[in-house]
């Protein structure tokens, strides 16, 4: 069979799962003027919350997935569905963001080679995504897909040492989630290496090589590599069940 050209100026994507990852996709594609809402749709089963999230911002909601599928040139899956193989075709492509499931098989399961792997995360929303393909794909799970766990958790953290340390609680959360944020920038727009950058504050006998030094003792380094290592183990597992 011919395998027809999507056309750009018309092509309209839809989501299969309605859960937060295509809801941060969905977010950003929208915000970053890539397509307008009404070229993008998600089916929401039960969840009348979810329906209410999509439809806030424009997108349109099924109430069944063979339904996104028959209105879609560009599929995402972030689960594989059996009961939709009969409703795919060459001419749809077909996009995975889900953990553990390999190319390989999501191309067996679906019968169609037109199938792409890719693993962003959810600042996907704000435009700032993460993402990789197949390629050391359980390592990239573990750092960039579970990573703004491990970030915000972080910033939870730095917000309330500031609490803890008299601030109020909504200026606490602005400076951490601010210094987060500009410790990131210096790390991307210097291409100095994150060492560098952290000995350029710590001054002899000052406030950070105190904080630092606590840091240390509670093995912050090895709890964070830990995380990733776990992460990318947990994503192996899953692609082999």
């Not at 969840?47 to 560009?74: A, C, M, Q, W």
């Not at 749809?92 to 067996?108: F, P, T």
């Amino acid at each position: 069979m011919e395998i027809l050209p999507i056309p750009a100026e018309s092509f309209k994507v839809g989501f299969i799962g309605a859960g937060k990852m295509a809801e941060s996709i969905a977010r950003g594609v929208v915000a970053s003027g890539v397509l307008p809402p009404n070229r993008i749709c998600t089916a929401v089963h039960s969840d009348l919350n979810r329906r209410d999230v999509f439809e806030s911002f424009g997108v349109n909601v099924f109430s069944t997935s063979e339904e996104v599928v028959k209105e879609s040139d560009v599929v995402i899956f972030s689960k594989a569905v059996t009961e939709l193989k009969s409703k795919l075709s060459k001419n749809k492509i077909l996009v995975s963001v889900a953990a553990g499931i390999k190319l390989n098989d999501l191309q067996e399961w679906s019968g169609q080679d037109r199938f792409i792997r890719v693993m962003p995360n959810t600042p996907a929303a704000v435009g700032e995504a993460a993402s990789a393909d197949e390629k050391m794909f359980d390592a990239v799970t573990g750092l960039s897909g579970s990573g703004p766990a491990y970030i915000f958790l972080a910033i939870e953290a730095l917000a309330d040492g500031g609490v803890a340390a008299g601030l109020p609680r909504e200026l606490a959360l602005s400076l951490a989630s601010q210094t987060v944020l500009g410790a990131a920038t210096m790390v991307s727009k210097t291409g100095k290496h994150p060492g560098v950058l952290k000995d350029d504050v710590t001054s002899p006998g000052g406030t950070t090589i105190a904080g630092v030094h606590e840091l240390e003792k509670g093995s912050f380094r090895a709890t964070l590599m830990n995380a990733v290592v776990a992460a990318a183990k947990r994503s192996r597992e899953l692609s082999q069940s």
